[in-house]
C-alpha cells in the first residue's frame, strides 16, 4: 500500500470522525428533550419518547440509515449523502442517549428535587442547577460507552454509499486486492480511536464504584 | 410530494422475506451458541496461569469491542480462506458473530462470576453439600441470574446485527431485501417492512427472556 491509500484511507478517517461527532451534538442536543420528556410525569410525553426509544432500540443500525436514507428522498428532500446520513445517526443516537440520560436522571436522589420544589426553585431551574449537574456525572461512563458505539456505527455509512473509514477501505482493497492489508489498517484506525475513550470510560466508572462505596 | 407508495413487491417477495426470517434466526442461534462458547472458554483462559494466555484474551475482547463489526466481518471473510478455510458467506457469518458476541459474552460472564461471593461457597462446603450441588445451587444459577439480564439484551443486539452480514451476502433478512430493492427499486416501501420484521423478533425475544427470567430468576436474593 502507498503513500496515496493511506492518505486517502485518512481522508475517510476524518469523515468518520465528523459523521460521529454531528451524530454525538446532535443526538445529544434530541436525546436531553427526549430524556426530559421522558422523564416530564405527562403521560402522553413519556408514553411517546418510550416508544421513540423502544423502535430505534428494537431494529438494526442498518435499517434505520435505510429508512431515514430513502424516506427523506420520498418526502421530496433531495439531500447530499452525507446530510441524510448525518440526520439518521442523530435520530439513532437521539434514542439511545435519551435511555442513557433519563436512567441518570432518575438516579439522582429524588430528596434532590424535593428539596429543590421546597426551596421553591421552578422546573427549569431545578433540572438545569439541581438535578442534571449530577445526573451527566452518572452518565458519564455510559455515554462515553455509547460514543464508542456510535463511532463503530458509523462504519455501516459505508453500506448506503457515504464514503468514511471503511468504505474507503473497501475501495482501496479493490485497487490494490491486499485486504488483508486495508481491512487490519482500518482496524487499526478505528481501535486507535475507540480504545483510549473506552479506557477512560472504565477508569470513571471504577471511580465512581469507589465513590459510591 | 408527488410519490406513491406501492407495496405490490413488498407483498410478492412476502414468502421469500419470512424465509429468510429463518435465515436470520439461524444466523442468530449460531453467533449465540458460538459466542457462549468463546465466552467460557475465554473466561477459564483469562484466569491461566500462564501470563501471555492472560494478554491474550484481554487483547481478543479489547480489539473486538473497540473496532466495527462491518471490519470484522470483512477481515475475516478474507482471512478464512487464507487460513484455508473456504466456507459459504452464512457460516462465515455466523463465525464473525460468534467471535463479536465472544468478546462480549466474555466480559459479562467474568462479572457473573465475580458477583458469587468466596464465603457463600465455603459455607455449602461447611453445611456438607457435595461439591457437585455447590456448583450447581450456588455458584451457577446466582452466577446466571446475575448475568442474565446483559447476556441477553447482548443477544437482541446480535441478532440485530446479523442484518450487517447481508454486506457479504449471507442468507439473511436484509440480504433479501436488498434483492428485492434492487429489481423493484421500492427502497422505503422495502426497508420500512423489514424494520418492523426486525421490531417484531426483537421484541418476541425480549418478552421469551423477560419470561425465563420470571419463572427461573425471580427469587428473592435475601
Known amino acids: ?22 451524530g454525538f451534538v446532535g443526538g445529544g442536543f434530541f436525546g436531553l428533550a427526549v430524556a426530559l420528556m421522558r422523564t416530564s410525569g405527562i403521560k402522553p410525553l413519556e408514553r411517546g419518547t418510550s416508544a421513540y426509544i423502544a423502535l430505534f432500540q428494537g431494529t438494526p443500525l442498518l435499517m434505520q440509515l435505510f429508512v431515514v436514507y430513502y424516506g427523506l428522498a420520498l418526502i421530496g428532500l ?19 442517549l435519551g435511555e442513557i440520560w433519563r436512567g441518570s436522571i432518575e ?24 438535578v442534571l449537574p449530577q445526573a451527566i456525572r452518572i452518565s458519564l461512563p ?41 481491512f487490519g489498517i482500518v482496524g487499526i484506525l478505528y481501535f486507535l480511536i475507540c480504545w483510549p475513550l473506552s479506557l477512560y470510560g472504565s477508569h470513571l466508572e471504577r471511580r465512581m464504584a469507589i465513590a459510591s462505596r | 410530494m408527488n410519490y406513491k407508495l406501492d407495496f405490490t413487491p413488498v407483498i410478492e417477495g412476502l414468502p421469500d422475506l419470512l424465509a429468510a426470517c429463518l435465515g436470520t434466526f439461524a444466523l442468530a442461534l449460531g453467533g449465540m451458541a ?23 484474551v484481554k487483547a481478543f ?8 463489526f462491518l471490519v470484522q466481518i470483512f477481515f475475516i471473510y478474507f482471512a478464512l480462506p487464507l487460513a484455508g478455510l473456504r466456507l459459504d458467506p452464512t457460516p462465515t457469518a455466523i463465525i464473525a458473530l460468534g467471535i463479536n458476541g465472544g468478546a462480549y459474552a466474555i466480559e459479562i460472564i467474568r462479572g457473573g462470576v465475580q458477583s458469587i461471593p468466596k464465603g457463600q461457597i465455603e459455607a455449602g462446603l461447611a453445611l456438607g453439600l457435595h461439591k457437585g450441588q455447590v456448583f450447581r445451587l450456588i455458584v451457577l444459577k446466582p452466577a446466571l441470574r446475575a448475568i442474565f439480564p446483559s447476556l441477553t439484551s447482548q443477544f437482541v443486539l446480535l441478532t440485530l446485527t446479523t442484518s450487517i452480514c447481508s454486506a457479504i451476502s449471507a442468507y439473511e433478512l436484509t440480504s433479501v431485501a436488498q434483492q428485492i430493492e434492487t429489481s423493484s427499486f421500492r427502497s422505503f416501501e422495502v426497508y420500512g417492512t423489514i424494520t418492523v420484521f426486525y421490531l417484531v423478533i426483537s421484541w418476541v425475544m425480549m418478552r421469551f427472556f423477560g419470561e425465563i427470567t420470571r419463572r427461573y430468576f425471580s427469587y428473592p436474593v435475601k
Open chain 2, 61 to 68: 475482547v479489547e480489539l473486538i469491542r473497540n473496532t466495527p
Open chain 2, 34 to 56: 458460538l459466542a457462549i462458547v468463546i465466552g467460557i472458554g475465554g473466561v477459564i483462559l483469562r484466569d491461566s496461569a500462564l501470563a501471555p494466555v492472560r494478554w491474550a
Open chain 1, 142 to 182: 455510559a455515554t462515553i460507552g455509547f460514543l464508542v458505539q456510535l463511532i463503530k456505527g458509523t462504519s455501516l455509512a459505508a453500506i448506503v454509499g457515504f464514503t468514511e473509514l471503511t468504505r474507503a477501505g473497501n475501495i482501496v482493497s479493490n485497487q490494490i486486492f491486499k485486504p488483508l492489508l486495508v
Open chain 1, 78 to 96: 433531495r439531500l447530499d449523502a452525507w446530510i441524510a446520513v448525518a440526520i439518521g445517526f442523530t435520530l439513532h443516537a437521539s434514542a439511545y
Open chain 1, 107 to 130: 438516579a439522582v436522589p429524588k430528596g434532590q428535587t424535593e428539596a429543590a420544589k421546597a426551596l421553591s426553585l421552578h422546573y427549569a431551574s431545578r433540572m438545569k442547577d439541581v
Open chain 1, 1 to 22: 500500500m502507498g503513500e496515496a491509500e493511506f492518505l486517502f484511507l485518512l481522508t475517510g478517517l476524518k469523515w468518520t470522525v465528523l459523521l460521529s461527532l454531528v
